[in-house]
């Protein structure tokens, strides 16, 4: 026997092992988006809501669609339903499942998802959501996924899944048992989860304030005559774009040059390091040079604070403006301050073009950006602000980091948990 069956041998003697389609129904919606007049309005379970919670219910915001007769019969949600993600981009998001706890007449599973509905006297939706969730019994249905670029679980896998079959009264006890223990974990889970978002906070509140106002909060302030920028320190100067930085529009000739990906984390790295796509040298004539030191800007995503500066040359696309810093500025300093969202705010206002919404086809314009007034403090001090910001951020981003491996730790045990009361690895009093 595999190792990726190795639970059905800690199954206790009482339980079975049976195929999903012996203890369940299920189906493969067909239910789009599209609305019809021709069609009765409903509300769709979509993707996003069966990925992003683990209960169904009527408190959820669904999308307004519309569905035939003949669809909503079959494809219509009941209480104690499970719904399951049955394509996405990655392996291993195939099968995320939520447990359908309220329904309504009107409520139909939508498209990209499956749903299974346990056979009332051998499966309960709940002992089936916690199988669905533990990775060794799931895994089944992530291996049997075909595609490349999109992965899809073949109708078949799902009735083909193996499952432990505890008498429905332990697979109660069971569910009771997880939904406390989860709940405890869940909570913990939840508390360190607000901790990374007031470290995050803090991080750009430190950015802010040091790169628009300095160090020395004893400094006396003076207007600096710029709407969007309010008080700065009475020994800094303003100065606009255009005296700070020089555009570059260098072309590449042969397309030899290594190809950079402008990333928001990473900054400007190696394309080959976070794509697998690969790019011929020809492909890549006419896309612009960047060399270290210059600031590299996504022009349709400034407002997203899309801005790095080089530390390798090589190329980027020509749709990105090239900046060759001042002598007498730090780069490092104004890309600092290009990404708080202050800025981010007055790029987004500079932006022009076509498109909709926040973004849109929206461009900051090199004419644009290097219009607008920016704060100048003395080289010293610039050097001198970058210098506190990498302390300090360096101090959060370790909390931030411990944090995070934290609450990995509480998602591996809380997917232990589940693995192991699901296959009767532990005992548990309620189900005795």
């Not at 019809?36 to 959820?60: A, K, M, W």
């Not at 499966?123 to 291996?143: D, H, M, P, V, W």
Request: proline share 5%; charged share 25%.
């Amino acid at each position: 026997m595999s190792g990726l069956d190795a639970w059905r041998t800690k199954v206790p003697k009482n339980w079975t092992v049976q195929p999903l389609r012996s203890v369940a129904d299920y189906a493969v919606s067909n239910v789009d988006k599209i609305l019809s007049d021709q069609e009765i309005p409903v509300r769709l379970c979509n993707y996003t809501d069966v990925y992003n919670n683990e209960t169904i219910h009527l408190g959820l915001e669904f999308m307004a669609g519309t569905a035939s007769e003949a669809e909503i019969e079959k494809f219509r949600l009941f209480a104690d339903d499970v719904v399951i993600t049955k394509d996405s981009e990655a392996w291993d998001d195939i099968a995320i499942p939520a447990l359908v706890t309220e329904a309504a007449g009107d409520l139909v599973c939508g498209y990209h998802l499956a749903m299974i509905r346990p056979h009332r006297e051998k499966l309960t939706g709940a002992f089936l959501l916690r199988c669905l969730q533990s990775k060794n019994l799931r895994i089944q249905l992530e291996l049997a996924a075909n595609g490349i670029t999109r992965f899809g679980i073949p109708k078949n896998a799902i009735g083909s899944m193996a499952l432990p079959v505890p008498p429905t009264s332990i697979q109660q006890a069971i569910a009771h048992f997880l939904d406390r223990e989860t709940a405890g974990i869940d909570t913990l889970i939840a508390a360190k989860q607000r901790l990374l978002d007031l470290l995050a906070e803090k991080r750009r509140a430190v950015i802010a304030e040091a790169v628009m106002r300095g160090l020395d909060p004893s400094t006396p302030l003076r207007a600096s005559g710029i709407n969007w920028l309010g008080d700065i320190p009475a020994h800094w100067e303003v100065k606009r774009g255009k005296w700070l930085f020089e555009e570059r529009d260098e072309r590449s000739i042969d397309g030899s040059e290594v190809l950079l990906s402008l990333r928001m984390e990473r900054g400007l790295v190696p394309h080959n390091e976070v794509s697998e796509k690969l790019t011929r040298p020809e492909e890549l004539v006419g896309y612009k040079k960047t060399a270290v030191g210059q600031v590299v800007v996504n022009r349709m995503r400034a407002a997203s604070g899309l801005i790095a500066i080089t530390t390798q040359d090589g190329l980027v696309s020509p749709d990105y403006a090239v900046f060759l810093p001042a002598p007498e500025i730090s780069a490092n300093y104004y890309v600092e301050m290009f990404k708080t969202p202050l800025l981010q705010a007055v790029f987004r206002s500079e932006s022009t073009g076509l498109g909709t919404g926040s973004q849109g086809f929206l461009r900051l314009y090199s004419q644009n950006f290097l219009a607008l007034w920016f704060p100048y403090p003395p080289l010293s001090e610039q050097l001198q602000i970058v210098r506190h910001i990498s302390t300090e951020t360096a101090k959060i981003d370790r909390l931030r980091a411990a944090t995070e491996h934290s609450i990995t730790l509480l998602k591996e045990r809380r997917g232990a948990l589940i693995a192991a009361a699901v296959t009767g690895e532990i005992d548990i009093p309620e189900a005795a």
